[in-house]
């Protein structure tokens, strides 16, 4: 059972804006860096966001992220056929001295 | 460039043991700790622990104590995951990911381990 809960679907069409959101606590979100992954079918996950919406080299600047308090979003602008895919949020979590990633959300484009 | 190179896919029976490798490439091996994730069948990402690549010492989430053992090979730049005894529940994908600043930015391929009698 994850600590860090995102809706398990979301979807739009080509162009659209989606926001996924990764809802935590004080332990987690709250306290440290979140950062963002990206799982294409049947690959490893790749690194999308961190620390305050950095994006490592190659990731489009179509992908934000962002974080409020014990919650954070990504943003995918301008949605594209080949962001179809499963988003897992992540952050360390100080009551479980861990690593924790979120339950995942699948993208689908209409 | 970086890479995480893992072993192929493997088909264990029930209680056997299972050992899988991930070479690294393209950086220090020391400079960075090495992280294990699991990914269950149709799951998420769960993380398995990870090991301190200048001590050894591995450090394993709750969930992975007793049959999982992090190792390393620093003199070919190689980590290991060794589970034994294994159980059906085992079978999943498993990555290493070399972790940056309490992240992770470079990811293995994977590696399958189907446990099945």
């Known amino acids: 059972q994850s600590v860090l809960t995102q809706a398990p679907s979301a979807s739009g069409t080509p162009g659209q804006r989606v926001t996924i959101s990764c809802s935590g606590s004080?332990?987690?979100?709250?306290?440290?860096?979140v950062s963002w992954y990206r799982q294409l079918p049947g690959t490893a996950p790749k690194l999308l966001i961190y620390s305050k919406n950095q994006r490592p080299s190659g990731v489009p600047d179509r992908f934000s992220g962002s974080k409020s308090g014990t919650s954070a979003s990504l943003a995918i602008s301008g949605l594209q056929s080949e962001d179809e895919a499963e988003y897992y949020c992540a952050a360390w979590d100080d009551s479980v001295n861990g690593y924790a990633f979120g339950t995942g959300t699948k993208v689908t484009v209409l | 460039q970086v890479q995480l190179v893992q072993s192929g896919s493997e088909l264990k029976r029930p209680g056997a043991s299972v050992k899988v490798s991930c070479k690294a490439s393209?950086?220090?091996?020391?400079?960075?700790?090495m992280n294990w994730v699991r990914q269950a069948p149709g799951q998420g990402l769960e993380w398995m622990g990870w090991i301190n690549t200048i001590t050894g010492i591995p450090t394993y989430a709750q969930a992975f104590t007793g049959r999982f053992v992090f190792s390393l090979d620093t003199s070919v730049s190689t980590a290991y995951l060794q589970i034994s005894n294994l159980k059906s529940e085992d079978t999943a994908v498993y990555y290493c990911a070399r972790e940056w600043e309490l992240l992770h930015d470079y990811w293995g391929q994977g590696t399958q381990v189907t446990v099945a009698s």
């Open positions: 004080r332990f987690n979100i709250g306290s440290n860096t």
């Open positions: 393209g950086y220090t091996f020391t400079n960075y700790a």
